[in-house]
């Protein structure tokens, strides 16, 4: 068929080349621009071509969701044409359409295609982590397990508390992926020892470590809205005269929340945020199960004789730096989605994903802290009020 009287054959041929998605130039252009110049502004450092084949998986899948246009263009098309066969047929035929016959051929191609991209990620994810090292290929595979890379596909919406900063999305793009973050000092401000992101995550000086404020908050405020009651640091045991002689056995947990596991008894929890991937842990083969389980059973030795002295349950939040969280963090984030959507009526889906992606945006920013936070502690300068500023002046 003749596009035109006008055209010769090569003209047509060159006009077909732009209507056929995979043999279109213009499509390997785009593809050539996203991987040179796209990716590497986005995440802020040159991407080899295999992070390149990851970054275009969906988020679930630990990627960005940046496909080849090429190849989405030409699964589009084809499935277009598979998809509206019958459109076609009775057009030619000169026939009427049967509508709901085409609406379930269509439904079944587009799961079909659904079932078939699906395969196409999953084997593309497992053909890129065999080429990766051993620990960023644990590392993956322990964040795409327990969900943790959710927040990738999350409007910034600053009512959410969602909008990140340019170098807190690089810096946790950076832990997700292995990489060693970029722009940090020489040296720690609190230790003085060589300031990699290893040992910003696992420096204990300046308290950045255990500071873990933004995660507790986060929690809290899911507490207060699903049940409408929430108390920060409860004094879980006072401390004993034996306190004054160097020993404290005072414990404080996080917060304290009733009726999250039963209706009219209260539960105390206490949060924890680990380096599972550190170069120690790694070294030695420890998996992130393993230290998310050692880790809680710490917290449950610690606290749960005390909870129980005064009546109460006692459930650790432990969640490594990455966002894989422990089977009883876990079970509270489903607790408190299937609160929220009871008395929100949303479905169910939708307030998990929500609560899911605050809870690591949450926790993007505790680590932020231990990244980007400094470690010495701020001095004022002795005044209360403007009547010493002359001097300061001097």
């Not at 080899?48 to 998986?57: C, G, H, M, Q």
Request: glycine share 8%.
């Amino acid at each position: 068929m003749l596009l035109s009287p006008s055209l010769s054959w090569q003209s047509e041929w060159r006009f077909l080349q732009y209507l056929i998605p995979g043999s279109s130039p213009c499509f390997k252009e785009l593809d050539d621009v996203i991987a040179r110049v796209f990716i590497p502004a986005l995440v802020g450092r040159r991407v080899s071509d295999l992070e390149k084949r990851l970054f275009a998986l969906p988020t679930r899948f630990a990627g960005l969701g940046i496909g080849v246009p090429s190849k989405q263009a030409q699964t589009a098309y084809d499935l277009s044409v598979a998809s509206t066969s019958m459109v076609r047929e009775a057009i030619q035929e000169g026939r009427r359409l049967d509508v709901p016959g085409h609406r379930a051929f269509f439904g079944v191609k587009q799961r079909e295609h659904r079932g078939a991209a699906e395969a196409e990620h999953k084997a593309e994810l497992e053909a890129v982590l065999l080429e990766l090292e051993p620990d960023r290929r644990m590392r993956i595979r322990a964040q795409i397990d327990s969900k943790a890379t959710a927040w990738l596909s999350a409007l910034p919406l600053a009512e959410h508390s969602f909008d990140l900063s340019a170098e807190q999305w690089r810096d946790r793009l950076a832990l997700q992926v292995g990489w060693q973050l970029k722009g940090l000092p020489a040296k720690c401000d609190g230790c003085g020892e060589p300031f990699t992101t290893d040992h910003a995550l696992c420096c204990l000086h300046g308290g950045n470590v255990k500071i873990g404020h933004q995660l507790r908050d986060g929690m809290v405020d899911f507490c207060m809205k699903a049940y409408g009651n929430c108390i920060r640091e409860p004094v879980v045991r006072a401390a004993s005269q034996r306190a004054m002689d160097g020993e404290n056995d005072g414990l404080i947990a996080d917060f304290a929340t009733r009726g999250v596991w039963e209706r009219s008894r209260d539960c105390l929890f206490d949060t924890r945020i680990v380096h599972a991937g550190s170069p120690g842990r790694a070294s030695r083969g420890i998996s992130y199960s393993s230290v998310l389980n050692s880790q809680a059973r710490l917290k449950i030795n610690k606290y749960k004789v005390a909870a129980e002295e005064r009546r109460a349950t006692f459930c650790p939040l432990i969640i490594t730096v990455d966002g894989v969280a422990h089977a009883s963090f876990q079970a509270f984030l489903r607790r408190v989605s299937a609160q929220l959507s009871a008395k929100w009526r949303r479905p169910l889906s939708s307030v998990t994903n929500w609560v899911r992606v605050r809870m690591q945006i949450s926790l993007i920013r505790a680590v932020d802290l231990r990244l980007r936070g400094s470690r010495l502690k701020w001095t004022s300068s002795g005044f209360e009020d403007g009547a010493g500023l002359p001097f300061l002046r001097q």
